[in-house]
């Protein structure tokens, strides 16, 4: 066996990034193992009554213990700063898991307007078959999310920055409510990722991730996960995901453990890609409007620049001028179907840039009304920004741009 040194104390979280990870096996692997196996072998019948009913650490069946998925946990708790993490096989899988340990029937959920389609659909359609209600709230009006509390509110669910308008929430103001309340605090941290939020530092008591996006950071695998504390996922979480199964695959956690490895260096260049393209797009006569908390004019840009370690990320959206809501989306759909470099694709966090119009894809299942609240307009369109050259990415915009009718 190879004997392990022990990481010291106070690393930086881009050291972390790389060295988190379960014990090395007898072989002394540097790159961490991938454990393509459905179970364990134990060696005896008494060790694996222990290990099954929980008394003693050790790993029995991938469903719910996998040293690979481990090992991904634990990088991502320790980039969030949290005790502990639980995969999922998806970033709506953990949300589901979610709202499976905590709510039950009569419980009350407060959660934004504006957080991404399937969040509102789950949340508030899927539950409410089981007798969960769901009041949603403008984003960034604190004063609405105080107001919407009940005698039976127990979660409070926001998404900073917002999909895709990039609206922020003040995270500690919404962790008071929540905590006055005897509520918890759960904030989806998908666009930033740790690299440039923490938000158990503001107050968050759960972080939810789609490792799909930046942790990964190249649209190869579906991952989730929740991060938080170690009573809140062993005691709440990791009993729910045993019996349901909305399990990581071990492969996909290999995949996500490895894409952390260059989470810190991606999103620095993406976001600063992302602000230069951002400041660009201002400066067109055929846009509207930009969405991107790294800019000035953005309305929560201070508190951003706070709460997201100076960067604005890696997402810009925009509004296309348009006579009508229906000559809005006729141009959107022109600049995008003129795009040559872009992927039309509703996936984000790629190193491949991505574009899409989310009234008809990440959207599209909302009804109008929903859309209207949550400010998704016709002529809306949103680009991830990859790692391609900034001109390059300029130019393949400006292709459409410039031959709007």
């Known amino acids: ?3 392990e040194r022990a990481l010291p104390p106070n690393l930086h979280r881009d050291t972390l990034a790389v060295r988190v990870a379960v014990d090395k096996s007898q072989y002394g692997e540097n790159s961490e193992a991938l454990y393509l196996t459905s179970s364990f072998i134990q060696s005896d019948a008494e060790t694996a009554v222990r290990r099954f009913a929980g008394e003693e650490e050790g790993f029995t069946y991938s469903r719910f213990t996998n040293p690979t998925v481990t090992s991904m946990e634990q990088r991502l708790a320790a980039l969030e700063g949290t005790e502990a993490c639980v995969g ?6 953990a949300i589901l898991l979610l709202c499976m340990g905590l709510l039950k029937a009569g ?4 959660c934004s307007q504006s957080v991404f389609g399937s969040t509102i659909k789950l949340i508030g359609g899927e539950f409410g078959k089981f007798g969960v209600q769901t009041t949603f709230v403008s984003q960034t009006d604190v004063a609405q999310w105080r107001a919407a509390v009940q ?3 127990r979660l409070l669910f926001a998404e900073t920055p917002t999909n895709p308008l990039t609206d922020v929430c003040d995270i500690q103001a919404l962790a008071d409510v929540a905590h006055a309340a005897g509520a918890l605090l759960a904030v989806d941290n998908c666009f930033c990722s740790p690299a440039l939020q923490q938000p158990v530092k503001f107050g968050a008591d759960l972080i939810i991730h789609s490792g799909t996006k930046y942790l990964d950071g190249q649209g190869r695998v579906m991952a989730g996960a929740i991060c938080g504390s170690k009573q809140l996922i062993e005691e709440k979480l990791v009993p729910v995901l045993r019996s349901a199964g909305m399990t990581l695959s071990a492969f996909n956690a290999w995949i996500v453990l490895k894409g ?3 989470l810190s260096i991606r999103m620095q260049a993406q976001s600063a890609s992302a602000l230069a393209l951002a400041t660009w797009l201002e400066a067109q006569p055929a846009i509207a409007r930009v969405h991107y908390s790294g800019l000035k004019s953005h309305p929560q840009h ?3 620049m706070r709460q997201q370690s100076g960067l604005g990320g890696a997402v810009v959206s925009f509004d296309v001028k348009g006579a009508s809501p229906e000559a809005a989306r006729q141009n959107a759909f022109h600049l995008i179907d003129s795009t040559r470099v872009c992927s039309i694709t509703a996936n984000l966090g790629d190193t491949k840039t991505t574009i899409t119009h989310p009234a008809s894809t990440s959207h599209g299942r909302l009804t109008e009304e929903q859309r209207q609240a949550a400010g998704i307009g016709q002529g809306l369109i949103r680009v991830a920004v990859g790692l ?3 001109d390059d990415l300029k130019a393949d915009l400006a292709r459409g741009l410039d031959t709007l009718p």
């Open 1 to 3: 066996m190879v004997t």
């Open 88 to 93: 999922t096989a998806s970033g709506m899988a």
């Open 107 to 110: 419980d009350h959920v407060i």
């Open 151 to 153: 005698p039976n509110t």
């Open 260 to 262: 952390m490895e260059t």
């Open 302 to 304: 201070a508190l951003a």
């Open 388 to 390: 391609e050259h900034i």
